[in-house]
């Protein structure tokens, strides 16, 4: 299994970016996914989750109302836009997928990760 983030990278604050994550290996459309950020010297940290059908979503509430997360489970890629970023948001992002359906914001509840994607955002 294997998943590929991609998407980050520089932008100032009110500015936007989306993520793209794609995977390959296993039936995509059975698990929740998530996305998750890790600043350095700290834990990883949930930021929204969706559950196989896309009819459930779950948003931390630091970026609730700013973040959207979505699949395509016809390309096997889960997205998170990200609208009006703060510099706290500066962070490096991981998706994961779920050994479940239901969305889930644990991080023991995802077994499969991806390598990260870098988003930085300038004041």
């Known amino acids: 299994v294997q998943l590929q983030a991609s998407g980050g990278g520089l932008v100032q604050a009110g500015g936007s970016l989306t993520l793209s994550c794609v995977v390959s290996?296993?039936?995509?459309?059975?698990?929740?996914m998530g996305w998750f950020r890790q600043t350095p010297g700290k834990e990883r940290e949930f930021v929204a989750a969706i559950n196989r059908s896309a009819f459930r979503k779950y948003y931390a509430d630091s970026v609730q109302g700013r973040f959207t997360i979505s699949r395509d489970n016809a390309k096997n890629t889960v997205y998170l836009q990200m609208n009006s970023l703060k510099p706290e948001d500066t962070a490096v992002y991981f998706c994961a997928s779920s050994l479940v359906g239901g969305a889930t914001m644990s991080t023991r509840e995802y077994y499969y990760w991806g390598q990260g994607t870098q988003v930085t955002v300038s004041s």
């Open positions: 290996g296993r039936d995509f459309s059975s698990y929740a």
